[in-house]
């Protein structure tokens, strides 16, 4: 039985959250940095400058490239665009990617709350569902927490049942409309989708700073010689029988596997994000620390870096 939102939350706050503040060492703005409407100056562009500041009305004038500086807000506003659909209650060992995404979610709303920021969410199933308005405090955590919750396999289909693929595009669309200040952006699915969502996650990232996290098992890039098994696609409800003692097959799939990995990581990488990936088989803690280093470091340089994943190993 899954905890209650109160218990997790509790959870994480004594056993992530303090280890986590004790690594942000009071440089919580570099690694969750807000970007203010009002203009403060122009500058001769720089190696690493994000090219979405240059101002091409000046540099055509005064033929030398130049970026808009902004006043940094005061208060960051965070999102967190939850894909809840059938395929994130999947897990080969004792934890889903459901409940790895509610803990991302939990963790990092309750660090940006503990500081006055404000988060909100928009959660899909197999259509946009739920928006939160993005609020402060710990209450707004927990409410946020058990809407998640409520989600677990209310979207699994019965065998030989007509269902409907994700389609994240959708849910990016309505980030696109909800969200009209440029925010922090985190976009928390397994990306098993219909093609098509990384144009509207480009357009997104044009506006906000957005953060793909990518949540994964083992088992969907790897499958383990355990003999004849029934596979059910857990959105359209599909069923397969098939021989993982079998090499060949097991290799296709591994093959197959990879094409997926490479066309998500090309959409991600013309999408412009970052990228974060979080596994159903190694710790949260880990993966977030290795994920702010990466954005301090990011946050040095000032600029734009081509796409970086941040992800835990054994």
């Known amino acids: 039985m899954d905890p209650s939102p109160e218990a ?3 959870k994480l706050e004594f056993t ?5 503040d004790g690594q942000l060492h009071g440089d919580y703005r570099s690694l969750f940095r807000g970007t203010g409407l009002d ?4 500058r001769e562009y720089q190696f690493n400058d994000d090219v979405r500041r240059i101002d091409w009305n000046v540099t055509a004038r005064l033929q030398v490239p130049h970026v808009r500086e902004y006043h940094e807000d005061r208060e960051l506003s965070a999102w967190f665009l939850c894909d809840l659909s059938g ?3 999947f897990g080969s060992g004792e934890v889903k990617k459901l409940q790895t995404a509610i803990e991302f979610v939990a963790l990092l709303a309750r660090v940006l709350t503990a500081r006055g920021n404000r988060v909100g969410a928009i ?4 259509k946009v569902e739920q928006v939160l308005p993005a609020r402060s405090g710990r209450r707004h955590v927990l409410h946020l927490m ?3 919750q409520q989600r677990p396999a209310l979207r699994l289909v019965k065998p030989g049942s007509p269902g409907q693929q994700t389609d994240l595009a959708q849910l990016l669309k309505a980030g696109h409309s ?3 200040r440029r925010s922090l952006i985190f976009v928390v699915s397994d990306f098993i989708s219909a093609p098509g969502w990384d144009r509207p996650l480009a357009q997104l990232a044009q506006r906000h ?5 990518r949540l994964h098992d083992p088992l969907e890039r790897q499958l383990p010689d355990i003999g004849l098994m029934l596979m059910q696609d857990a959105e359209t409800g599909e069923q397969l029988f098939v021989d993982t003692g079998d090499a060949g097959f097991r290799e296709r799939f591994a093959a197959a596997a990879a094409r997926r990995e490479d066309a998500l990581r090309a959409g991600l990488a013309s999408a412009g994000v970052d990228a974060l990936e979080l596994s159903t088989h190694q710790p949260l803690l880990d993966t977030v620390l290795r994920f702010t280093d990466m954005r301090k470091r990011r946050g040095r340089s000032s600029g734009s870096a081509p796409i970086r994943t941040a992800e835990a190993r054994a």
């Open 39 to 42: 203009l403060a100056d122009l």
């Open 123 to 126: 959660l899909y199933g197999d």
């Open 87 to 89: 395929s994130v209650d």
């Open 209 to 213: 700073e957005v953060v793909a996290v």
């Open 146 to 148: 058990r809407a998640m």
């Open 178 to 180: 909800v969200v009209r």
């Open 16 to 20: 992530v959250l303090r280890r986590l």
């Open 8 to 10: 997790l939350l509790r």
